[in-house]
C-alpha cells in the first residue's frame, strides 16, 4: 500500500491562494489516479478533484471548479493541489488519495492538512 503525506496546508484570507503538495512513498502503477478530498467541521467528506497517472484527465467538483487546479509529477511521485480565490466556505481538511487502477474506491490516504480561509 502506498503511504500518502500531505503538506502546504495553512490560513490564508479569503481571494487568496495556496499549494497543497501529496508526497506517496514509492514510485505508483501507471494506472494510479490521485485525488484530493475535504472535510468540513460537522459535514462529510467531499470529493474535490482527481488526476490520472499521466495527467491527461482530471475530475473537479462544481465548487471548485476555475479555481483549483491539480497536477503531479510523476519523478518525485508527488501531486499537488493549486488553490486560488480561496472562499471561507474552502475551510477544511484536506486529504490526498489514492486509488489502484481498477479499484472502485480510494483505498489509500494522508493524515490531511488543514485548510483555514478567513474572511
Known amino acids: 500500500q502506498v503511504h500518502l503525506v500531505e503538506s502546504g496546508g495553512g490560513l490564508v484570507q479569503a481571494g487568496g491562494s495556496l499549494r497543497l503538495s501529496c508526497a506517496a512513498s514509492?514510485?505508483?502503477?501507471?494506472?494510479?489516479?490521485m485525488g484530493w478530498f475535504r472535510q468540513a467541521p460537522g459535514k462529510e467528506r467531499e470529493f474535490v478533484t482527481s488526476?490520472?497517472?499521466?495527467?491527461?484527465?482530471?475530475y473537479y467538483a462544481d465548487s471548485v471548479k476555475g479555481r483549483f487546479t491539480i497536477s503531479r509529477n510523476n519523478a518525485k511521485n508527488t501531486v499537488y493541489l493549486q488553490m486560488n480565490s480561496l472562499k471561507p466556505e474552502d475551510t477544511a481538511v484536506y486529504y490526498c488519495a489514492g486509488r489502484e487502477g481498477g479499484a472502485s474506491a480510494f483505498g489509500s490516504w494522508g493524515q490531511g492538512t488543514q485548510v483555514t480561509v478567513s474572511s
Open positions: 488526476i490520472n497517472w499521466s495527467g491527461t484527465s482530471t
Open positions: 514509492r514510485r505508483t502503477a501507471s494506472s494510479y489516479v
